[in-house]
């Protein structure tokens, strides 16, 4: 089952949450090197959790961690560490919130050496899933397959975000840039969110 069919069968609170994400940010492309790098904590934060999960504490996380400002981020230190792990709005994992402050810094070199964070993403594609997990894994933390997937996924750089038949399918190929539209037209395995 798809994640656009599986809202279908969500209730209430539920279903507004996984709708509002699914029928306005997932699978559209994000041009702000900020939001790039907020999808890609929370795509790391929801391993081993639930997407709605995730969503509930996505406030929170923004509060925690300066709105995603990278610059920012980058420049945590210790205290900045600590006061991450004691905040319960957020998921307390010290992997993970190492992973962001690095991922952080890794960006801060990416858009120096490409001149944004979107540009070193459009400078590789397309690639494979595979190539995709390679490429993350050397130049990020706390990359795994699946993570890379459905942040890739989530941002329109790999297709399956949504079943061709979901009314949102072809909203996300009218904002993809032309060089990304045959990646989402081709068709994938349904994604896990």
């Not at 609170?13 to 994400?21: S, V």
């Not at 397959?145 to 975000?161: K, R």
Request: charged share 25%; hydrophobic share 35%.
């Amino acid at each position: 089952m798809s994640y656009c069919s599986a809202i279908e069968n969500m209730q209430g609170d539920k279903k507004a949450l996984h709708k509002g994400y699914h029928d306005k940010l997932y699978g559209f492309p994000i041009h702000d090197d900020n939001e790039l790098f907020c999808r890609l904590v929370l795509e790391i934060n929801q391993a081993g959790l639930s997407w709605e999960t995730i969503l509930k504490k996505e406030a929170t996380f923004r509060k925690a961690y300066h709105n995603f400002n990278i610059k920012k981020v980058a420049a945590y230190k210790e205290a900045d560490r600590e006061r991450l792990l004691a905040d319960p709005g957020i998921i307390r994992n010290r992997l993970k919130v190492n992973a962001a402050i690095e991922n952080a810094k890794a960006i801060l070199g990416l858009q120096k050496e490409h001149g944004s964070f979107e540009k070193w993403l459009e400078h590789h594609h397309p690639l494979t899933k595979e190539e995709w997990v390679k490429l993350f894994k050397k130049t990020f933390r706390f990359t795994g397959g699946e993570i890379v997937n459905e942040f890739l996924m989530s941002i329109g750089y790999l297709p399956g975000a949504h079943s061709p038949d979901c009314p949102v399918y072809k909203k996300v190929l009218k904002e993809k840039p032309s060089w990304n539209k045959a990646t989402a037209s081709q068709t994938s395995l349904s994604p896990s969110h």
